[in-house]
């Protein structure tokens, strides 16, 4: 069940045409319907005075980490799609290579480099890595310039990657041709190939270019933890819980939030039959319109304006730990919006799929009474006198570890087929703590979008043969931050990344982190015959070049540790 069905072309060539021109319009009419819905919850927020509200608070941080100016000349800034762009605004420089996938998929794999470095400084430093979440890519991460996460990373002495799943913005395949957008086969997937083709590809040709390492850190944002903790649970791949050293899950995206049951639209999709979902979504693309307009009038304001909108509407977002610099929020939005396919949001979204992510939804007095992440014993999971003791002691900002009650009913067994059933262990296969990747969990007080308590419960109790908090197993509480803010946020650096680089400077001894790859690398390369050996140049989507910054406000640090 963990692992990819086979592909299959369900359609003749008429009727994949019939397919695609039904499914183009009326997923067309229905990005229509949602940008009005959007619109009109901003005017009634504007109306009701709730936008007052909603406006970036003045951050001059904490004795922890105090916000920067995110590039050195904001005025003179540009919007552009091209990534490489703000890397050399912030000093550094964005390589790129093509890597593919296990059945053919080419991958963007970015590195983020300080051009003053030599290779051989590189090659001594530990690789970390970033995933990112649905409908986004590697640039998100770096939106947010001197304050963000992999910025702040390369100057802490890092190695830096920023992975990319299949498609990004230009789908592409190696033996597969034409016109791929409304290639059936070339479409035909689902969150199962982001951790068994994606996810391993890009960890192993990060490691394949570090010829002094054989393991890296991951870092994940919402569906990159998804992936990740699929990768992780699943048994065939149990050779990756030895090549990630430690894995920091940002908001992760493993339980569906309370916001399910509060936005028409993921209602309206989650009660489609699988024919009612296929004619207004189809089988290839999920509405590629998104990805014509991210391309067309992604740089312009009113692109900027809808992105607002949207994603106030759709993810509960606020931007009150955001900048206050418009511009800064339209780069953000500009590198979001990345090709999918229809089939994985029918996982995150539609109640026929059975093991998908919306059929793990509790109900909505589970989530105003905290029975959503309760901890209730079944019969081969029972609770021991050290469960009882923690369960007695209730510590801990971030309430995780209470029994219910003899009068409270247990919430019941129902989530069996999804891929993350709350009550069984995830990680069976493994036999003792040391055989299983550290996770540190970083769960936001205001993610409405998906249920982080519920996660740090069944990890705390329902994973505590094999993990035990406080040692390979940690949770931080950030209580005024939503989904995106663990990425976007001013001080995420001061929240997370300082956090993070002393999780690994406490928890990891010298010669852990400088063990040489005499072996395995090699076993899982997939199409090395097709991986280039060197970067290639990423083509600026402007003509314009941009001069270099002659200093940046950090220098980079040797890691002491290597």
């Keep these: 069940m963990l692992n990819p069905p086979e592909k299959k072309t369900s359609h003749g060539t008429f009727m994949r045409y019939v397919v695609i021109l039904t499914s183009g319009f009326l997923s067309f009419i229905f990005v229509v319907v949602l940008t ?3 619109n009109i919850w901003h005017l009634r927020d504007v109306f009701s005075g709730r936008e007052k509200n909603n406006v970036p608070k003045n951050n001059d941080g904490t004795e922890k980490y105090r916000p920067k100016q995110p590039y050195p000349d904001m005025k003179k800034l540009k919007i552009t799609r091209d990534v490489s762009y703000y890397a050399k605004q912030l000093g550094l420089e964005l390589q790129e290579y093509d890597i593919t996938t296990e059945d053919g998929y080419i991958l963007p794999l970015h590195r983020l480099v300080d051009p003053s470095e030599s290779e051989e400084d590189r090659n001594g430093k530990v690789p970390i890595l970033l995933q990112h979440g649905l409908l986004s890519a590697s640039g998100a991460w770096l939106a947010p310039g001197a304050n963000s996460l992999p910025y702040y990373f390369v100057h802490q002495g890092f ?15 190696a033996t597969l ?9 070339f479409w035909d997937w689902d969150i199962r190939v982001f951790a068994a083709y994606d996810l391993p590809c890009i960890i192993d040709n990060v490691l394949s270019r570090k010829p002094n390492h054989d393991k890296l850190y991951l870092v994940g944002h919402s569906q990159g933890c998804t992936q990740s903790v699929l990768l992780l649970r699943n048994p065939e791949l149990a050779e990756y819980h030895k090549k990630i050293i430690h894995f920091f899950a940002l908001a992760p995206a493993i339980f569906p939030g309370s916001l399910f049951h509060d936005r028409s639209f993921i ?4 009660n489609r039959s699988p024919t009612a979902y296929k004619l207004i979504f189809g089988r290839g693309v999920f509405i590629g319109f998104l990805g014509w307009a991210r391309k067309n009038i992604g740089t312009t304001r009113l692109y900027s304006i809808i992105s607002y909108q949207m994603f106030k509407y759709l993810f509960g977002w606020n931007i009150r730990n ?6 800064v929020q339209h780069i953000q939005f500009v590198m979001n919006v990345s090709y999918i396919s229809a089939k994985l949001m029918s996982w995150w979204l539609s109640y026929s799929v059975e093991e998908g992510f919306s059929n793990q939804l ?8 905290g029975s959503n992440y309760a901890f209730t014993p079944v019969s081969t999971n029972e609770a021991d006198d050290e469960e009882k003791q923690i369960a007695l002691s209730r510590t801990g900002t971030l309430d995780r570890t209470f029994t219910r009650t003899q009068e409270q009913q247990d919430i019941p067994v ?3 087929k999804t891929f993350f059933p709350y009550k069984f262990e995830w990680f069976a296969f493994n036999k003792k703590p040391e055989d299983v990747t550290p996770i540190s969990l970083f769960i936001c007080g205001e993610d409405y979008l998906v249920d982080g308590r519920r996660l740090a419960s069944h990890m705390t109790h329902y994973e505590r043969r094999l993990y035990k908090e406080g040692k390979n197993l940690k949770v931080f509480d950030l209580p005024t931050y939503n989904h995106l803010d663990v990425i976007w946020a ?8 300082h956090e993070v680089t002393k999780q690994i400077k406490s928890n990891e001894t010298p010669q852990e982190l400088t063990e040489t790859s005499s072996k395995a690398v090699e076993e899982k390369l997939v199409s090395s015959e097709q991986q280039t050996a060197e970067p290639t140049k990423i083509s600026d989507e402007s003509d314009e070049k941009t001069p270099m910054p002659n200093e940046t406000e950090e220098q980079p640090v040797t890691d002491e540790r290597v």
């Design 36 to 38: 009005t819905g959007a």
């Design 159 to 173: 190695d830096v990657w920023l992975g990319n799943n299949r498609c990004e913005f230009k789908p592409r395949h």
């Design 177 to 185: 041709k034409g016109n791929l957008m409304h290639n059936e086969e």
């Design 267 to 270: 209602k309206f999709i989650h």
């Design 322 to 327: 955001n900048y206050k610099d418009k511009k």
């Design 362 to 369: 509790q109900s909505k007095e589970a989530y105003a009474d």
């Design 414 to 416: 129902t989530d069996e």
């Design 490 to 497: 001013q001080d995420c650096i001061g929240s997370i990344g």
